[in-house]
């Protein structure tokens, strides 16, 4: 019997598409940033202390309670303290049409306050400000999930690995404080291999308080911006996602699932299927001469990810949610055409400044070409296929 998540909804129509940021619904609590796709916090919360003895962290590790028989609770939050920025998020299938015309089944979490119903790939952008207490209630009704929340720094129990905490069967509410502004994702880590291959992930920005004039850096004290895009480049095997959608737990007590062999055929660039010679128009960047560009980049892919962007320097002015700009450290050059790599969940901030090429008058179009790379080998998955080869490319136009 499968255990896949709940709800079925086709979203081949929607593949790519993001939340876009709302504003604030009025409060009495701290308001929201600018950029932010949260909503108010549902204020105190009175469901009593946590018996801590249900749970992993206060028990006896075992082989057997760490991979297979993880605990599974749902408890209350510890240490419970009223929210600015408060989202919901449940499981969902979807059915992503590739590049092929083939329909292939992945997960990924819905937002039930801001497009209930609605299936959204990768999963809605949880957006919040430097500063903001944050909840995340996960609503996980057909088999077991959890969010952790990569790169934040909550407790343990609101870090959502379940092999030192829970998994979640019902609903839980993570707590957590965001303290640095950047670039980060979100997702489950139950079975973390296959649900992360599956599509159970979404971005995750903190931004800077705005100064005076309302205005938001790509970080505090960092650079402003005048156009902003995101990048999330993902591979997907079909061969894991019907193994996966079969057996949610395949791997997890050391039996053999076939997972020692990764094989993609598909490759996206923000949830949009890409052909090998064939430009993402729906990932392509247009601004004005003399604007500033600011490119959050994700590898959620399980390749090593090589990268050009031709006709333009870029700066890595942030790497994994934490800026550069340091005595010890400064941003990076990137001189154009030149490769550089990322590994899994790697992100880099890359800042294009066109003042100068408007000064020259050398504007245009400017190609940006992806590289999946298997990782022992390093070539390019099904080099020389016209239809599954592991390369992607889309524009930057000024």
Not at 93 to 107: A, F, I, T, Y
Not at 111 to 124: E, T, V
Not at 245 to 258: S, Y
């Amino acid at each position: 019997m499968s255990n896949n998540p709940n709800t079925t909804t086709t979203a081949a129509a929607a593949a790519g598409a993001t939340l876009a940021g709302g504003e604030a619904i009025a409060q009495t609590m701290p308001k929201l940033g600018p950029l932010s796709t949260a909503s108010p916090g549902p204020g105190d919360y009175s469901g009593g202390a946590v018996d801590f003895t249900r749970l992993g962290i206060k028990s006896e590790e075992t082989f057997g309670n760490f991979g297979c028989n993880v605990f599974k609770e749902n408890p209350n939050t510890p240490d419970w303290t009223t929210a600015n920025a408060y989202f919901e998020r449940d499981v969902h299938n979807v059915d992503l049409r590739m590049s092929d015309g083939r329909e292939l089944r992945c997960w990924a979490f819905g937002d039930p306050l801001k497009a209930p119903g609605r299936a959204i790939f990768p999963s809605p952008t949880i957006r919040v400000q430097e500063g903001d207490l944050v909840h995340v209630k996960l609503e996980s009704s057909k088999g077991s999930h959890t969010i952790h929340h990569h790169g934040i720094e909550p407790t343990t129990m609101n870090d959502g690995v379940g092999h030192v905490s829970m998994e979640v069967t019902g609903s839980y509410i993570y707590q957590y404080q965001a303290r640095h502004a950047g670039t980060y994702f979100y997702h489950c880590h139950k079975n973390t291999v296959t649900h992360f291959e599956m599509g159970l992930y979404g971005l995750l920005i903190v931004d800077p308080k705005p100064d005076a004039a309302g205005k938001v850096a790509a970080y505090s004290g960092g650079p402003y911006y005048d156009v902003e895009q995101v990048w999330v480049l993902d591979d997907m095997d079909p061969r894991w996602h019907e193994i996966t959608n079969i057996d949610h737990d395949v791997g997890l007590c050391g039996d053999d699932g076939g997972l020692n062999i990764f094989e993609p055929k598909y490759f996206l660039i923000t949830g949009t299927p890409t052909r090998p010679n064939v430009p993402t128009e729906a990932q392509k960047i247009v601004a004005a001469p003399g604007k500033k560009i600011l490119i959050r980049l994700l590898n959620a892919s399980y390749s090593v990810l090589q990268v050009k962007i031709h006709g333009l320097e870029a700066k890595v002015i942030s790497v994994d949610g934490h800026s550069l700009n340091k005595p010890w450290n400064s941003w990076m050059t990137i001189a154009p055409g030149t490769a550089f790599h990322m590994p899994s969940a790697q992100r880099y901030d890359l800042y294009i400044d066109t003042t100068s090429l408007a000064n020259r008058g050398r504007t245009g179009t400017f190609k940006v070409e992806f590289e999946f790379q298997h990782w022992i080998t390093r070539k390019v998955h099904n080099v020389g296929n016209p239809i599954y080869e592991g390369r992607a490319f889309t524009t930057i136009t000024i």
